[in-house]
């Protein structure tokens, strides 16, 4: 999302009815370890990721893996793969790349998310180590990178006014001629994989690998009536 890096700092703190807000960007990048490369799905995120997202902890604590100092959470099948086991716990993870590059202790395994499932991780971390990953969680910076902000809304709060108190914040803190073009969509999490692509919004589809590939209502609705047409045909025959 454009500016998400900014936008997710001032919508946790001044959108009101927002209970959680989590900014998230993941690439592919490299684990490296005993001279050998392993790539991984590696993710920064805001230290709240597993207050919205409940994966299944077999080690360590999810409510401080990633508060912890140079603490990384590493999915089950990642640390088999890496380091021939899944008790990693407490050991260094080193990953060498200028956004994602530092050196990491281990604070969480989880299980691995369904194959179906719109987050996918390798590894994810709140403690950037780099000069480049730590400019992913300033408040202040609006630069069109390639991150994603999810947020949990309180009970009854309207999907619709929060959206538009965004956009509001949107053309308050960037170009007014570029942010006249901006319309801010809010889309429930469970309906992404199905859902409308828009360029612009708290959740993009262009950028990130995280939505590439998923499917197309249009194709379902398509094919579906196909499918009673030919069993209505075979019905008649």
Not at 4 to 12: D, E, N, Q, R
Request: hydrophobic content about 45%; proline content about 3%; glycine content about 10%.
């Amino acid at each position: 999302t454009p500016g998400a890096i900014a936008l997710g700092h001032l919508i946790a703190t001044q959108v009101p009815g927002v209970e959680t807000v989590v900014r998230r960007s993941s690439q592919m990048k490299a684990i490296i370890y005993e001279d050998r490369v392993f790539p991984t799905r590696a993710c920064i995120a805001d230290s709240t990721f597993f207050d919205v997202f409940d994966f299944e902890f077999i080690a360590g604590n999810a409510r401080t893996a990633l508060r912890s100092p140079a603490g990384i959470v590493i999915a089950r099948s990642v640390a088999e793969r890496v380091y021939g086991t899944s008790d990693v716990l407490g050991r260094e993870l080193v990953m060498d790349d200028r956004y994602y590059g530092g050196t990491w202790t281990i604070s969480g395994v989880v299980d691995d998310a369904p194959t179906n499932s719109l987050i996918q991780i390798g590894v994810v971390t709140a403690q950037p180590q780099s000069e480049r990953g730590k400019l992913f969680l300033q408040a202040d910076m609006w630069w069109d990178g390639p991150a994603y902000i999810h947020m949990m809304l309180d009970e009854g709060v309207s999907a619709e006014i929060a959206a538009a108190r965004i956009q509001h914040m949107i053309h308050d803190h960037t170009d007014p001629d570029w942010s006249q073009g901006v319309r801010i969509h809010l889309q429930e999490l469970a309906n992404v994989h199905l859902g409308t692509r828009s360029k612009f919004g708290v959740i993009r589809g262009n950028g990130d690998s995280d939505l590439q590939g998923r499917g197309s209502l249009d194709a379902v609705l398509m094919f579906g009536a196909a499918a009673i047409l030919i069993l209505c045909v075979a019905c008649v025959n």
